[in-house]
């Protein structure tokens, strides 16, 4: 099976028989409050996904990672897992101290053991991780939006206290039982924040024709209004497998994590917590990660390209549409028909169909999984 990230899964977790000593004097300590995507991230380092990364980023990674895509030892790493407090928690604390670290509720989760505090520059970050300081960009107003000081250093979560989300929420250790079990050597994993329409379905399927098993995995977490909402995301998958798939070729796991809408950037993140999670391949298509028109088409393509070989292969794929002289979904490389010919799976017009209670055509989107989705309360993100 593929080797994950730098060689080594980590697992910063402590179980419930050895962390008695961890959680005894807690209270003692100077402690922070997580927010649900930094929850997240914490629980993301410790179970793995985000090998070889042990803890939040000290300075000289933070800036390794902003400045040149690799972590201090040279490892690619595209975007900053970092942990943000307030100038007067940060006065706090300094490199050797020890603090407690706390849920959104409150609840102890774990521990790290400072080595580094700092400050940035927002601006300066925003320009390399996102190619703009536009505060329209979702993504610079989340950065803009975070505390002038970061605290890094590596952690040790309390693994009764991480939170799990139903048969869903597959750890690496786990998904790399599931594809051994499976006898999957070759597997590709494919990264959404989308309700499923053919022309995933598509990229999807022709990619299952080169490898032993798929990986579908939604990432599950902050996203910006107008998006879909997590339930709408799973369940609409969850029909589009029991109808459409071999199910002893797919496998619907979760990634739990904000959208950063990063772009290129993201798209080699995403790729990397597939590798850890034991896939060889990754499928790439138009617009990884984008929102607005602040990247290419392409241009996560051309930053994979340009990385060199990260360890996962990634798989290229062009826009995908139906053709009614075809009669079926095809790609502008297989297709010899004029856009008259051509119905378009327009992200946007898909999401008014359905904000507005109509169902998608059938060439564009599964019957079954527009009823799934339109049954359900809430679509969308709202304001």
Known sequence: ????????????????????????????????????????????????VYSPLRGFMSRNDFLKVVND??????????????????????????????IGIRGPDGTPVGIMNIDSVYRYNKKETCENLFGTTDEDHPGVRMLQSKDPFFVGGPIKAFADAIPRNGSHDLSPKESRVLFKNLDWDTVVGFQTRNVPHRAHEYLQKSALEHVDG????????????????????????????????????VALSMFKSRMWYAGPREAVFDSIVRKNYGCTHFII??????????????EAQELFDAMGNIGIEPLYYHYAFYCRKCDGIVSEKICP???????????????????????????????????????????????
């Open 214 to 249: 798929l990986l579908i995995q939604p990432k599950i977490g902050e996203k910006k209004p107008g998006d879909y909402q997590n339930d709408a995301i799973l369940e609409g998958y969850e029909a589009l497998i029991e109808n459409y798939y071999p199910t002893k070729s």
């Open 1 to 48: 099976m593929i080797q994950p990230h730098g060689n080594e899964l980590i697992d910063r977790q402590v179980e419930p028989s050895r962390s008695a000593e961890l959680k005894d004097g807690f209270d003692d300590l100077t402690t922070v409050t997580l927010n649900r995507n930094l929850l997240f991230d914490f629980a993301n380092i410790a179970r793995g």
């Open 337 to 383: 028909h004029g856009s008259d010919q051509h119905l378009e799976p327009s992200g946007t017009k898909l999401r008014g169909m359905l904000s507005d209670d109509e169902s998608p055509p059938s060439e564009l989107m599964r019957p079954e999984v527009t009823e799934t989705v339109l049954s359900l309360d809430e679509i969308f993100v709202e304001e």
């Open 69 to 98: 895509l690799t972590l201090e030892d040279g490892t690619a790493w595209p975007l900053p897992i970092v942990l943000d407090v307030e100038a007067q928690v940060a006065n706090q604390m300094g490199p050797g101290d020890r």
């Open 285 to 298: 298509g138009r617009d990884h990660a984008g929102v607005g028109n602040y990247y290419g088409d392409f």
